[in-house]
């Protein structure tokens, strides 16, 4: 194999060619500070508020609702801050991202009172728990849109509130119609990198009348919202692509949708012991999550990356650590199954070739790890 067959768009997505070429435009082109009052610096200004009306047209937003940050930790941080109080009462889930569970061991510290709402096996919430969680008046329902390990999509416009409602859509934004009317959001977290640009940029949706507190103080910048230089650069590339998506997007989407399926139908069929996890939930169109019988994920996942194949073993920050994936645990699965897990994330540069290379290589690669008996039973007494 010649080149590298990148499955971990959900880790981080490849620079698209709009970010390269904003990123060329501008390592000619002076960028001054925004907050500068010589005409570099306004231009700059303008250029800001362009990429803010493009990344609040793409989510049905008005401009004056999006504060720039450096991505989905800090927005999920900056949502959850007004509300990490005593007294204040929080509903959110088992299987969250690490920066919502951390934000939420934050407001229990602060008093805040949380109501965790379980899932089932197949990643569906458990709805019983979350109508009864409703009834008790939460200041706060926080609910990731769609899962980054399973991409199991959570019916975030079901659920009403007298509280406010936040939703963690970095993985949903720009695989799905993500529309904060519609899914009827106080607040909402996205993150540049998941979607083409630099990493280091991010945003977060905040309704016009919410309940607000910045983390930090000491500058206007974002109208005091999120202080510190912005991240110019990286925020003109996410208004960029935001453009972009919102007018192509739906086309691309429906490439990979039949590519993830087609990878997926090809697996099973190639495989035994092999199982889609949440397949009977509603998914975002790129990601498949495989649980395979009989052997450990980390080794497959090194005799994938061997032979160019990369792709993740669940979160991507929680890898290096051999501890099972905190959302597998809580859908119920044993620490055996969720080590026997991969995740293979589809993006913008997946070609057909790609996944027909892939699909002929991995039923290889798990015949071999299996027969080589690399299992996590083995791996924990070994
Ligand atoms: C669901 C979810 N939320 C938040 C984050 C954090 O985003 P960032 O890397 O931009 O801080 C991630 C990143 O993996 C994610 O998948």
């Keep these: 194999m010649n080149s590298r067959i990148y499955l971990d768009h959900n880790a981080t997505s490849p620079l698209r060619p709009e970010a390269e070429e904003i990123i060329a435009r501008f390592s000619k082109e002076s960028l001054g500070n925004p907050s500068s009052i010589h005409s570099t610096g306004r231009k700059v200004r303008r250029l800001i508020d362009d990429a803010r009306e493009e990344v609040a047209r793409f989510i049905g937003a008005n401009p004056s609702e999006i504060v720039f940050t450096s991505g989905g930790t800090e927005s999920n941080h900056l949502a959850w801050n007004a509300f990490a109080r005593e007294g204040s009462r929080i509903v959110t889930t088992s299987v969250e991202h690490a920066s919502l569970l951390a934000a939420a061991e934050r407001a229990k510290t602060t008093g805040a009172q949380l109501i965790q709402i379980s899932v089932f096996k197949d990643g569906g919430i458990h709805p019983s728990e979350m109508e009864s969680a409703l009834e008790s008046n939460p200041d706060l329902i926080s609910v990731q849109h769609a899962n ?56 977060l949706y905040v309704r016009r009348g919410s309940p607000f507190e910045t983390l930090w103080d000491g500058g206007a910048q974002e109208k005091g919202r999120r202080t510190g230089t912005e991240n110019v650069l990286g925020i003109l590339c996410f208004g960029a692509v935001c453009k972009h998506l919102r007018e192509e997007g739906a086309t691309e989407r429906t490439r990979i949708e039949r590519l993830r399926n087609n990878f997926e139908k090809e697996l099973t069929d190639r495989i035994d012991g092999i199982r889609i996890t949440g397949a009977s939930q509603p998914r975002v169109p790129n990601t498949s999550h495989v649980m395979f019988d009989r052997l450990d994920g980390e080794s497959l996942l090194i005799a994938c990356d061997l032979e160019g194949i990369e792709c993740s073993t669940g979160a991507a920050c929680s890898s290096g650590s051999l501890r099972p994936s905190h959302v597998l645990l809580a859908m119920g699965f044993s620490p055996e199954n969720a080590q026997g897990s991969l995740r293979f994330s589809l993006g913008w540069n997946t070609t057909e070739s790609e996944i027909s290379q892939a699909v002929e290589t991995l039923p290889k690669l798990v015949a071999q790890v299996r027969n080589a008996g690399h299992n996590y039973a083995q791996k924990k007494t070994g």
Excluded: M
């Design 148 to 203: 980054n390990e399973t991409g199991v999509v959570f019916p975030i416009q079901q659920w009403r509130t007298t509280g406010r409602k936040h939703t963690d859509a970095v993985q949903s934004v720009g695989k799905l119609d993500v529309d904060v009317h519609n899914l009827g959001v106080d607040f909402l977290s996205l993150s540049g990198h998941k979607l083409g640009t630099p990493s280091g940029v991010g945003a």
